[in-house]
């Protein structure tokens, strides 16, 4: 008997799904929150949250400052309690996950916080090894092979010995995102990429973003006040307002949404500039920024 019979070609396998190329709007959930509620105090912060996050799909989260962003973006990390509501991440309830899976679930994703979050006592290297050490057994000279090959992707090779205090804020940033990536997470975290960075470091910074996703297929959560970055890079953007979400959906939905709350939104920057008569006569005299 034959022991490997050929397959005829109606009997081939399916293949399995490649997650990179999926519709962002149609693929998996990686992230699902039910009806979230949440309070400080007395004072009830995030009002009936409902949202999904798919495989590969960038989603920035957008809204006023209070809105909720920061909060929203700490329950998807498992770092605060809800009054109410699910949090699913990676199909696990993270409300009701013990430490050692939410450990577990902690390993699949990366976070870029908004000012580095890099410690000043340890070189640039260093710090982007520290999740290899906290979360694997690896030996050092493989985190450093791992950790270099993540420098490289985000434009810091060769500044391994660098501190923290020596860096720009660009570098800062790549270096927040490099470490965030070194795990190769199935879904990304930033707070405020490229906020505070001059518009072609911020430009860079996106589309590092765009890049890493296009190359791995992650998903990508960004909380950002950025809105030429918010166009720039998303799939979907969520706005929040007082706690609500007011929508969520396409970039060019979202800017064709009459909501005049959303419209308020999407035209600060704009008003902002209006009414900044110093960056007013720059332009008149063609002086450049400080
Ligand atoms: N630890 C806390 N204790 C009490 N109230 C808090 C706490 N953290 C945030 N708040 C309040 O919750 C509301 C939402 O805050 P949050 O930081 O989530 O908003 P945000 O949209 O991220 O704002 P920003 O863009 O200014 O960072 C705000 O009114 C804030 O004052």
Do not use: W
């Not at 190329?21 to 309070?39: K, M, Y």
């Not at 297929?217 to 979400?245: N, P, Q, W, Y």
Request: glycine content about 8%; overall charge negative; some cysteine.
């Amino acid at each position: 008997m034959d022991p490997m019979p050929h397959a005829s070609p109606e009997e081939t396998p399916p293949r399995p799904p490649d997650p990179a190329a999926r519709d962002a709007h149609g693929g998996e959930v990686v992230i699902r929150v039910r009806d979230l509620v949440t309070h400080y105090g007395d004072r009830q912060i995030l009002k009936n949250v409902s949202l999904d996050v798919h495989a590969g799909e960038i989603l920035v989260i957008m809204g006023g400052s209070g809105s909720g962003k920061s909060t929203l973006l700490n329950h998807l990390l498992g770092l605060l309690r809800p009054t109410s509501g699910v949090i699913e991440v990676l199909g696990k309830d993270i409300n009701t996950s013990k430490e050692s899976e939410l450990t577990e679930i902690r390993r699949k994703f990366g976070v870029a916080f908004q000012g580095g979050a890099l410690f000043s006592s340890m070189n640039l290297l260093e710090n982007i090894m520290l999740p290899l050490y906290e979360h694997t057994d690896l030996d050092r000279r493989t985190m450093e092979i791992m950790a270099r090959m993540k420098m490289e992707v985000v434009s810091l090779s060769g500044f391994d010995d660098l501190m923290p205090a020596e860096l720009s804020g660009g570098m800062i940033k790549r270096a927040a995102l490099a470490r965030a990536i070194v795990m190769d997470p199935r879904i990304l975290f930033c707070d405020e990429p490229s906020a505070g960075l001059d518009p072609v470091v911020a430009a860079n910074i996106d589309d590092l973003i765009l890049d890493l996703r296009d190359a791995t297929g992650m998903s990508v959560v960004v909380v950002t006040h950025e809105l030429e970055s918010a166009f720039k890079i998303a799939d979907r953007i969520c706005v929040l307002d007082k706690g609500k979400v007011l929508t969520i959906a396409p970039v060019d939905e979202v800017r064709a949404n009459p909501d005049q709350r959303i419209q308020n939104l999407l035209n600060r920057r704009t008003e902002e500039e209006e009414l900044d008569p110093e960056a007013y006569l720059r332009r008149l005299t063609g002086e450049k920024e400080p």
